[in-house]
Each structure stands twice: as C-alpha cells, then as structure tokens.
C-alpha cells in the first residue's frame, strides 16, 4: 500500500461511539517551549519557587498544552486530516503537572447533516496516569469532504 | 519598586470593559515546534505539497497555537498571575498562516459573584495584521484572591 495523499475519515463513515486517542508525557522541555512559543511565561509555568507557594504547590503544565493533544487526535487520526476544525469547549478540572502522562480521547457523539457539510461534534477528554479527568470538553468539526 | 512576587487583578479590581493584549508573529518554527511538543502532525500543517493542494494552498498554523496567545494575555497580563483559567470556548473563523502576525485580546465582559469567588468571563479575540478575527470566544477565570 502506497499513501500519496493522506485522507481521514469522511462523515458518513464515522458513526457514533467511534473514538481515537493519543498519550503523551508533558515533559518541562514541552512546557518551557510552548510558553516561548506562546509567551504565556505565566510563573505558575516557569518558576518553581514562585509556584510551591500556590495551592497547586509546583509548577504546572499550560492547561492549553494539553487541549493540543487533543487537536492532534483530530487531526492526525479522527477524523484525521483534510478535517475542517471548527471550535473547541474546553473546561480545565485538574492541574497537568510536569511528568504527568496525558491521555487525549476523542468520540463522535453527534453528526449533523447541513445543506453543504456534515457537522460532527466530538467529545474530547484529556485524563492523566491515575485516570483522574483534567479537561473535558466538545469540539465541533468538518470531517474530509 | 521591587516585585518580589508576581500578582495578577484581584476580582474587585477588575472592571467590564478592562482590556488587554498580546501580539506575535508566527512562525514557521512555533508551527514546526508546536507539532512536535502536541503531537499534531496534520500535513496541512506540516506538508506544504499536501497543503496546496487543499482549499488553503498552503500550511496553516494550529488553530490551538494562536489560542495558547489567548492564555497568555489571561495569565501574564489580565487577570494575570495567580488566575485559575476554567474554561474556554473558541471558534476558529478563518485559518492562520505561517508569518502571520497576530493579537490575543481579551476583555471583561462578565463578572459573577459565587460563595467562594467572583467567575470573571471575559470576551477573547484573535485577528491578524489585516484585522481578520481569526479566532473568537469566552473565557472563564477565577482571578487571582
């Protein structure tokens, strides 16, 4: 098999209940990157000493870092590319600690049929290495067409 | 003035209508960077022969990277450090593309007393250097206490 031009999954062979998901460990050199990247240098992030005296007591991952494994599910592997990302919900329940290996899932929890496209709302959970949920969300796409 | 510790707006202090902003260019290298810390690996963000091909015709950046622009205007500048972010919503409206320039705004829309602290909405807004809103929603903050 010879993949020229990689396609996802289109909207009539996704069904409802279909899930794709991806784990990463969230190391300091990601946090410290994406606050360069971003300039979110927040010293909850960057600053150790600053961060033991919060109620998290130590630097924490950027919520955001994670919510883009999840943007990485959808586009990488369901629906995967050509997918038209449309919006994301996300709510922030549990801090991301650096060390913590998240585990992004999606699932198809609704297809709406539009005049010109098919709307398909994903649910989108990220959950660290004890199970505990850290973000839980929706997000809206347009799977290849 | 010496800053020993870096804190944010406490919720008495912020008004509707407080504003605040952040802007970058965007590079190549935050898009390249940005998919190897997430994961995404999308060819429309990394495949410039596949993204010519697609209705864009050329890569774009994450949708999410310009959004961790949002989280850095929240937790350095308003409410700023010490906010727990609680959730966010975003719509992505037009697409990012590598050298784009631009601004996170974010501004007070909503502030609601609970028993234990004021939930501050603010509106959060990304356009670029043509004033195109690429990316729009809501954020919900604690403020610093």
């Known amino acids: ?3 020229d031009k990689p396609m996802g999954i289109s ?3 996704l069904n409802i209940g ?3 998901s991806f784990t990463k460990t969230i190391s300091e050199s990601d946090v410290y990157t994406y606050a360069g990247i971003t300039g ?3 010293p909850a992030h960057v600053n ?3 961060a033991r005296a919060t109620q998290f007591g130590g630097r924490v991952a950027h919520g955001m870092l994670s919510v883009g494994l999840i943007s990485a ?5 369901l629906p995967g590319p050509g997918t038209i990302y449309l919006g994301q919900d ?7 600690r650096i060390g913590d290996t998240i585990t992004a899932e999606v699932e ?3 297809k709406i049929d539009k005049t010109k496209y098919t709307l398909v709302e994903l649910k989108t959970i990220c959950t660290n290495q004890t199970g505990e949920v850290v973000i839980e969300g929706i997000a809206k796409v347009i799977p290849p067409q």
């Open 1 to 3: 098999v010879k993949t």
């Open 11 to 13: 909207a009539c062979d």
């Open 18 to 20: 279909d899930r794709a």
């Open 40 to 42: 979110d240098l927040n």
């Open 48 to 50: 150790e000493e600053y």
């Open 73 to 77: 599910v959808l586009g990488t592997k």
């Open 90 to 96: 996300v709510a922030f329940k549990k801090p991301v």
């Open 108 to 110: 198809v929890v609704n």
